[in-house]
């Protein structure tokens, strides 16, 4: 393909001498040999995968073999109890990656709870009806996502900090938020775009090699800024409406009710196999004096995630006893319609209007 | 491979919905019918559980990251119809309630990480495991391999979804609006991370967890009725494509230059 043999590669065909050159044997030039060998050669392939796949099945097997948990909870102390745990010292510092991976998980819920209590105490937008709230949302979304112009992209945006401001949602935590997802799912795109590698254009900036385009930056920032007003209208939809609002609101726009009674359970179980997952790493890190080996690292990602399975169908099945001691699953209460205010109209109007100018701002660009 | 709403042009997030709507459809259907009143917690769980596992971020080359689906394993113990609700779940809640993936983009997440993953890696399970009993070394080898194949097929697909893009929708100087990218970035960038970090992720929890819990739950493979359609017929995986190549048509259709 290159069209010559670059030197290097020549020159290394001495270098290493398989045992087999060509899987076939030495000398095997006529056509039934090398068909023998072809044969041969696929023969001891198989042989030596398929032994380093039992040696590797063999590793998998063995330590779960001495981990033979009882089922039930029994007052005897069971065997793997008293025998005490081998001190695994790898002379590496603990990593604190886990940590820091369940101080964020802890962090995130802590910080949805404490928007559900903005959207219980329903001021402004909080106070919408549901299914109204809804659309105008959607409709939001569906703006900022066709919009071409960039007034009506700075209103949808102003519009969503207006309700965010209306319904007294803590703007600093807000905005961090926005600013944060935004920087951390756009710049990964937004940076290269305003490059003159991929876009091309007159330079406004050059950092040695790097030079940033003025069409670029206009690209990028594009990028970005649709980005930032997207989450943001997400985020303040989801932090003035209680989760039990948004499911009703999409129960009534048409969402089966089997999943909505299932995103209403997963919403609590959630947070119970959150905490679960915060012990369970805190109670590891508390018996570990150095750090674990990769090896110990993968085998606990996969037991870890084991025994959280076995966990949640635990509690599932606890959920499901409970359920049938009441007498069977209530119908859901989500549907209750606090009906439909004066307001609920007008901002369901103004809404709707941002999304017909956006998608005038789309025709009037495209041509 | 969790696709945020600026990154997709209307067009695609609407054919995402239009696509999903005959699976989710058939999934409730199914589950509704086959799923008796005790699975409606257990697949919640089962959401709850997807949704933790993908919290744990792993660096990945480029600066991005990536992160096990956990939907491989939800596919071997309640099958995969049962897998793609309970990732829809996941992915509904993630988009509304936690700002991680769009919430119109929310089909086509479903597509790639529910439909794909789940159905790519149960067809792949079943054909190499046979009728080996699970957690046997074969049964395990398959899902190692279901995984990871599911993982990358699931990251395939969202890279392609995503170099569309550009031919999709683009303004009159001929630059994108939306993922600025065609496929030989996309393609090459989403396959690389998943190829070195979140396949032999994938592959590495479902593998360790169908073990232990083959060894110490075996009630969780018995009773097949448990496992949602996991008889579905190359006639399914048939329909599947059929019903997807107006995708394909519509990446084609500018792909030379037309628009």
Known sequence: ?367 | MHIPDAYLSPVTQAAGFTVMAPFWATAIRKTSRELTKKQIPLLAMGAGFCFVVQMFNLPAPGGTTAHALGIALLTVLVGPWAALLGMTLTLAVQAILFGDGGILALGINCLNMALVVSFSAHAIIRAVAGTATPGSPRHLVAVAIGAFAGSILGSLSAALILGSQPLIASDAMGHALYFPFGYSVAVPAMLISHLAVAGPAEAVVTLFAVAFLARNFPEYFKGGAERIGARFRLSTVLTACFVLTPLGLMATGSAWGEW
């Not at chain 1, 069209?3 to 290493?16: M, S």
């Not at chain 1, 793997?80 to 369940?102: D, I």
């Not at chain 1, 025994?307 to 009441?326: D, G, N, P």
């Not at chain 1, 209750?336 to 609920?344: A, E, F, I, Q, Y």
């Open chain 1, 1 to 367: 393909m290159v069209g010559y043999a670059p030197a290097g590669i020549a020159n290394a065909t001495e270098l290493a001498r398989p045992a087999m050159p060509d899987y076939a044997f030495h000398g095997a030039d006529g056509n039934f040999l090398a068909i023998l060998g072809y044969i041969f050669s696929a023969a001891v392939g198989a042989t030596i995968v398929g032994s380093a796949l039992r040696v590797a099945l063999r590793q998998v097997k063995s330590p779960a073999r001495q981990s033979q948990m009882p089922l039930a909870p029994s007052l005897a102390v069971p065997d793997w109890m008293r025998t005490p745990n081998p001190v695994v010292a790898s002379g590496r510092a603990p990593s604190r990656w886990l940590n820091q991976t369940v101080a964020k998980i802890r962090r995130t819920y802590a910080r949805t709870i404490a928007f559900e209590s903005v959207a219980r105490a329903r001021h402004g937008v909080s106070q919408m009806n549901p299914v109204a709230k809804a659309i105008s949302f959607l409709s939001l979304l569906v703006a900022a996502s066709v919009v071409r112009s960039p007034e009506v992209l700075a209103a949808v945006a102003g519009l969503g900090l207006v309700s965010a401001l209306s319904a007294r949602v803590p703007l600093i935590s807000l905005l961090s938020r926005v600013v944060g997802s935004a920087v951390f799912f756009g710049l990964v795109l937004a940076i290269p775009v305003a490059t003159a590698w991929v876009t091309p254009g007159v330079e406004a900036a050059r950092l040695g090699e790097i030079a940033v385009t003025w069409p670029g930056l206009e690209r990028g920032g594009w990028l970005l800024a649709r980005l930032a007003t997207a989450i943001l209208i997400a985020s303040v939809w989801q932090s003035t409406t209680r989760w039990n609002d948004i499911l009703g609101s999409l129960a009534r726009l048409g969402v089966p009710e089997i999943f909505i009674t299932m995103a209403q359970m997963t919403y609590r179980f959630l947070f119970i196999l959150l905490e679960t997952l915060g012990d369970m790493t805190q109670a590891r890190e508390a018996r570990q004096i150095s750090g674990y080996r990769a090896q110990g690292s993968r085998a606990y990602a996969g037991a870890g995630s084991a025994i959280l399975f076995a966990k949640s169908a635990t509690t599932a099945h606890e959920v499901q006893m409970a359920i049938e001691a009441r007498g069977g699953m209530a119908k859901s209460v989500l549907l209750r319609d606090p009906g439909w205010s004066k307001t609920d109209f007008v901002v369901l109007a103004v809404c709707l209007t941002f999304l017909v100018l956006s998608i005038a701002s789309g025709v009037t660009h495209a041509f």
